[in-house]
DNA sequence: CGTGGGGTTGAATTGTGTCAATCAACGTGG
DNA sequence: CCACGTTGATTGACACAATTCAACCCCACG
């Protein structure tokens, strides 16, 4: 499930040592950046399990390259995502206690690993890491809770033109050139709390209004202010 | 819609000075506790804005009695309430930027506030502290992420059962005995992501199973099993 | 060159929302 | 102290958005 990539070199994606070397572009800033601990450098396959659901809390991950998604599985097979992460997002932050997500690769990952002990222990001994892993977690708590308003109170277009809207500013590099989105259609409807089918149609409805292009998993915003309106604006 | 309670012996609430005292009962441990910082003492009557929604980030507060929600609002009046906050529980913790929810006053509410400057000066100061926001920050995670699968995959059902289990657990001290419910009926709605009538017809219907009574405000549990089935349970 | 898994589209079904009426609780002022 | 208006809760009838069930397409892959 998990392939040791010790012998690898990562340096391509982040310094290993820490101290040298710009950031490279698309790597935003977090926490357990170069400067912090080590971290073992991991990899994991195209829909691995990196995190089981439950499982006792001890490891937390940053990403290197590649996305993956946290996923809570009730009893009867329906499925939550909690979040998609790409390079530089943390997750497997549940100190304390369990896991209450999983955590699965949605394409080929490059990770590196923390033991939480380690983490704690050196937010204990340097501040400004301590502030920037606050910082970070604040921004998390910001992101779910801007996710509740999607999940309780937009209709499935509205949560589709969010989603895309989501996806282009976390990915789209060069603005207006597009993007791929790594993962399946199943993946965005347990985001997004709707069915395969109503994704499908919610773009098809959009493509023919000419707001987007879609081929698969390529997708061409070709009227941002269209999708914007779509999206169920904000403020009273 | 203020009242600065200066003048006002909170003391019956939380040791002011912040070192003697034992911690009341139904009080749960928090960061920004008794020893923390000292905090202004404030007051906010039912339904008063304690936070705009679009507001800086200046300050935060944490409950000392009372039940706070906090709201998003759309422009179009839909509504989503974030979380039901009660004694212990911190808010307006959106460092940095702008608080994304309002904070409304539930009930009468005793509180204290906090400049968020003066809280991460602390946090920088003091590791305990910054270990107990931390680990509190991350259960505000835990806490949005199992609501995210609440709205994205439970039924309307569900979603009542689900609700009334969080209340006991937070609200009934002597288990059995019932609680009373701060919140309107909308607010809960808005909280499930659901309307009014559906709650009132979801509870009726527990109600015609025997699994719980309602009266208006008040709810007890009759068959505590039944309700946890019909959460929609856990782990694959 | 089949085979299978994701994606798309169509038709039927249903859970939840919408609209509307009634009821209960409460505060207010005559 | 009671009539009245107001507000929240409940119930019913109906509508509709999204799900369910089903068929089909397309491409990747053995």
Known sequence: ??????????????????????????????????????????????????????????????????????????????????????????????????????AEAVTDVTLRRFKISDVEERAATDHTFATRLRRYLIAQIGVARNHLVLLGRKTAAERIASFLTEMTDRLDSRPGSGIDLPMSRADIADYLGLTVETVCRGLTEL??????????????????????????????
Do not use: N
Not at 10 to 30: E, I, N, Y
Not at 224 to 230: E, N, P, V
């Open 1 to 102: 499930m998990f392939t040791d990539a010790t012998g690898l070199s990562t340096s391509r994606f982040l310094p290993l040592g820490g101290k040298a070397g710009a950031k490279p572009a698309g790597v935003p800033a977090s926490p357990l950046d170069g400067a912090s601990l080590p971290g073992a450098p991991m990899r994991a396959g195209r829909d691995a399990e990196i995190i089981a659901q439950g499982a006792r809390a001890e490891y937390c991950y940053r990403i290197v390259a590649g996305c993956v998604r946290t996923v809570k599985l009730l009893e009867d097979g329906r499925r939550q995502v909690g979040a998609f992460l790409f390079a530089g997002d943390l997750f497997g932050w549940d100190a304390g206690g369990e896991h209450a997500f999983a």
């Open 207 to 236: 493509r023919r209004h000419g707001t987007v292009t879609v081929d698969r998993t390529r997708i061409v915003i070709r009227d941002r202010a269209a999708l914007g309106q779509s999206t169920g604006v904000r403020l009273h």
